[in-house]
């Protein structure tokens, strides 16, 4: 009766705890656009991050199911998953959650209907005496649960053709109704950074005098964006802007096919996502699949003081719009900048002569440029510099991108959680730089996804921090060794660090010196190995 009853109690944490592993496992999955490669790759640089030592812990149950009794066993076991299921909740919330789309409730609903009928066979099998049933038992249990992501993969290729059928639907459903809207104007925007603070800027700006349209959050996949077209796009519309995002050659090429842009931005151009990319090449003829996408009346904006848009601006036969600071023979010029801690200043030249003086409360000069290409675009659309104004001095940060707020005894925090690349992550430090405060604080994990460059790029953001910060703590032991090599090239002092495990870890000490006044950035809150 007891085995009966621990036999029970294993099968329900069992599919307790990996179903819970599925549903982390299924994010990673919907991070890599649902390709299994894609996200097996990922699993592979970052397994042991996914993997820690705790989840070996239900496989000790396998040579122990040889030499034990089988109550004992099963209580091991039972005991096992409590542990690991405990120690995985310990975890922080993601950076960028998991959304239950149709396509996940289904590649899930799936996965625990394969996971139940595992827990049934077991069932069965620990139901016969012989040890053996028992030893193949545990082994099925212990492996499932350590390696949920195989059930997922083969739940997702089970999937494939569904998804491909119902994919075709609403992808041409969403083209169709583009299509009929003939008079729709179409803004296609992409770059390795400054996409997402872009849009939203322009989406401010043109909300004054158009009814606008624009992909909301991290609606940039082809899935995501005919959702919004099928549910939210009306005829009333008179602009969509969209923003494309890719992960490997021919993403853009498939969005824009979808979407048909007739105005294409390509913000900044640099070193993200090689880890897919492989290289810096590649991620130009990527970017440049939106210029090409354009028709032949199309127009082009281009930040030309970015050495890689200069490039493919030489190569483009559409329209084409120059924007920037430094640059020459721009069509609008920003000047006579001016940042500090409550925004910035300048003044924007155009072409023809016409200027005008903004004032923002966005931080930094990345964000002069942001805004310069959204004045570019409204300005071509016809919107004069003294209707901008006011949306201008309006705008507040994206989320997480540079955000001011307070933290702790009056202590202010810069949050740029959501920047991972090596020019936004040096940006962000200038705007550390320009503020007054007690200490310059930064908690950083570093930046991940950048291949075979990522060591060097971390050292050298380890030496742009011992420029500016007073202190600085390092997530994750691993990732921190290259901030660290930075640090010392610059004599950092050793005290003037901390290594923390997590960022619970790191937050906890910071509060535990805090002071008022202090300036505190977190740069980039992506996971990494400890």
């Given amino acids: 009766m007891l085995n009966e009853v621990f036999i029970i109690l294993v099968l329900l944490s069992h599919f307790v705890y990996t179903a819970w592993l599925l549903k982390k496992d299924l994010h990673i999955l919907q991070l890599n656009s649902y390709f299994n490669d894609r996200c097996l790759q990922w699993l592979r640089a970052k397994w042991t991050l996914v993997f820690p030592e705790y989840n070996l812990l239900p496989l000790f149950a396998i040579p122990l199911s040889l030499l034990l009794p089988k109550f004992s066993v099963l209580l091991y076991l039972f005991t096992a998953y409590l542990v690991v299921l ?127 349209l624009s992909l909301p959050g991290s609606f940039n996949t082809p899935m995501g964006i005919a959702k919004i077209v099928r549910t939210e796009l009306k005829p009333t519309h008179e602009i969509f802007v969209a923003e494309l995002s890719a992960k490997k050659s021919g993403d853009i090429r498939e969005l824009c096919n979808l979407v048909h842009p007739q105005f294409g931005i390509i913000t900044a151009i640099g070193e993200q996502h090689l880890e897919t990319f492989k290289s810096l090449e590649n991620i130009k003829q990527t970017k440049n699949e939106l210029i090409e996408a354009l028709p032949e009346d199309g127009t082009a904006f281009f930040n030309m003081d970015n050495e890689h848009c200069r490039v493919l601006a030489k190569l483009t036969r559409r329209k084409s719009i120059y924007y920037g600071v430094d640059a020459d023979n721009l069509d609008y010029k920003a000047s006579n900048i001016q940042v500090n801690a409550d925004g910035s200043n300048f003044i924007v030249k155009k072409a023809n002569g016409e200027t005008a003086t903004f004032q923002t409360k966005l931080l930094g000069k990345h964000n002069v440029y942001n805004i310069l290409a959204a004045v570019a675009v409204a300005s071509e659309l016809g919107m004069d510099f003294k209707d901008m104004l006011y949306p201008i001095r309006q705008l507040s940060p994206v989320e997480h991108r540079l955000e001011l707020r307070k933290i702790g005894p009056g202590a202010t925090l810069l949050d740029d959680t959501f920047n991972s690349n090596p020019i936004g992550s040096k940006i962000a430090l200038d705007v550390l730089a320009s503020m007054t405060g007690a200490r310059k604080i930064i908690i950083t994990p570093g930046m991940v996804e950048l291949g075979e460059k990522e060591y060097e790029l971390n050292s050298k953001f380890g030496e742009y921090i011992a420029d500016v910060c007073d202190y600085a703590i390092l997530v994750g032991k691993k990732q921190s060794i290259a901030i660290l090599e930075g640090l010392k090239k610059k004599h950092f002092s050793e005290q003037a660090y901390f290594i923390a495990q997590d960022f619970q870890d790191a937050y906890r000490h910071l509060l535990g010196f805090l002071q008022k006044d202090d300036v505190v950035l977190f740069e980039n809150d992506l996971p990494v190995d400890s």
């Fill in 86 to 212: 405990f120690k995985k909740r310990e975890q922080g919330q993601e950076k960028k959650p998991l959304v239950f789309t149709p396509r996940a409730v289904r590649l899930y609903v799936t996965c625990i209907l394969f996971l139940a009928f595992i827990d049934v066979v077991i069932w069965f099998w620990l139901g016969f005496t012989p040890r053996i049933y028992l030893f193949l038992s545990i082994i099925v249990l212990a492996t499932f649960s350590y390696f949920s992501c195989l059930l997922l993969f083969f739940s997702n290729y089970f999937l494939t053709p569904l998804e491909k059928v119902i994919t075709f639907y609403y992808f041409n459903d969403a083209k169709k109704r583009l299509q009929w809207l003939r008079n729709l104007k179409v803004i296609g925007i992409t770059g390795s950074f400054g996409k997402t603070s872009t849009k939203h800027i322009l989406n401010e700006i043109l909300r004054h005098k158009y009814n606008i």
